[in-house]
């Protein structure tokens, strides 16, 4: 299979956007569990704290793993054949089999975001160890858009890793070497923490989650120093317009505040993927080169 695979590119493209739909579905329940198991040990911690009882209302194990999905209006356990990515939603028509309750679309969003993004990878660089690596950083950049999109919250449980991940990477020179991963963690994280320190000095207020400087600190690791203004940039521009889309055309309150992690996430997978191409393009127009 491994050479089959590798004599034929289009065959290794389609099965890396099939197992992109089956790993997005996996994202999906990260994506709804993780905040939720976060929220249980933060209410644990503090009961625990203030010396009271622990709530028993609660099931005693909850993880990505267990318990079994179910629908989250009448309970019913989700079946093999209810959970096939993409198909099932499609011949449920987005409802419950049970009780007819409407399926969120960011199911199969995720699922079909998360193929043709691994498809893409797997075009880019083809059958090496290179798209592997760039599978794993796209599925974490893929969670952390959507755990941010719902709840404003880049858990450490992905950024952390994915830091170190991408430092080690950088030992074998994959994407960077080690002095340009090592420069563009540190100088991904000072950059939005300067960003944050001098909003907060000047308002009183808090522009930003830290989350989103160990994010930047990852791209930095993953794609090196060099990459960081193309990605700020293209962040910064998108989330912009986006932002003032929402309030001028949606009625969305200015005062509510948009997170920028899925900004940083999209600019850093272009990063990824035309790196070189946008940092020389905006070299030219900046005059630099």
């Known amino acids: 299979m491994i050479d089959i695979l590798r004599a034929s590119p289009w065959l290794f493209v389609l099965s890396a956007g099939v197992l992109g739909l089956v790993v997005g579905?996996?994202?999906?329940?990260?994506?709804?569990?993780?905040?939720?198991?976060?929220q249980r040990d933060w209410r644990a911690q503090c009961r625990q704290l203030l010396e009271l009882p622990d709530e028993r209302a609660e099931p005693l194990r909850f993880n990505l793993i267990v318990?079994?999905?179910?629908?989250?209006?009448?309970?019913?356990?989700?079946?093999?054949?209810?959970?096939?990515?993409?198909?099932s939603y499609l011949a449920l028509k987005g409802r419950c089999s049970a009780c007819?309750?409407?399926?969120?679309?960011?199911?199969?969003?995720?699922?079909?975001l998360t193929a043709i993004l691994s498809a893409a990878v797997a075009a880019h660089f083809g059958f090496a160890w290179l798209s592997a690596a760039a599978l794993l950083f796209t599925w974490a950049l893929i969670t952390l858009t959507f755990i941010d999109l719902e709840h404003q919250l880049l858990p450490d449980s992905i950024t952390l890793p994915l830091l170190w991940g991408g430092l080690l990477l950088s030992l074998?020179?994959?994407?960077?070497g080690s002095r340009s991963a090592i420069i563009g963690a540190a100088a991904g994280y000072l950059a939005l923490?300067?960003?944050?320190?001098?909003?907060?000095?000047?308002?009183?207020?808090?522009?930003?989650?830290?989350?989103?400087?160990?994010?930047?600190?990852?791209?930095?690791?993953?794609?090196?120093?060099q990459a960081l203004p193309v990605v700020i940039?293209?962040?910064?521009?998108?989330g912009a317009v986006v932002g003032v889309?929402?309030?001028l055309f949606l009625g969305r309150d200015k005062n509510i505040p948009i997170p920028f992690g899925p900004y940083l996430a999209a600019a850093g997978w272009l990063a990824l993927i035309w790196g070189k191409e946008l940092t020389s393009a905006y070299l030219r127009l900046a005059g630099l080169a």
């Open 100 to 112: 007819g309750a409407r399926i969120s679309p960011r199911y199969p969003a995720v699922e079909l």
């Open 193 to 225: 923490w300067a960003v944050y320190w001098l909003f907060k000095l000047a308002t009183g207020k808090e522009g930003m989650g830290q989350g989103d400087f160990k994010l930047l600190a990852v791209l930095g690791a993953w794609l090196g120093w």
């Open 172 to 176: 074998t020179g994959m994407f960077v």
């Open 25 to 38: 579905s996996f994202l999906n329940v990260v994506i709804y569990r993780l905040p939720r198991m976060m």
């Open 233 to 238: 940039l293209l962040s910064s521009l998108v």
């Open 245 to 247: 889309s929402m309030v």
């Open 67 to 87: 318990p079994r999905s179910r629908c989250p209006q009448c309970g019913h356990a989700i079946t093999a054949l209810e959970n096939i990515p993409l198909l």
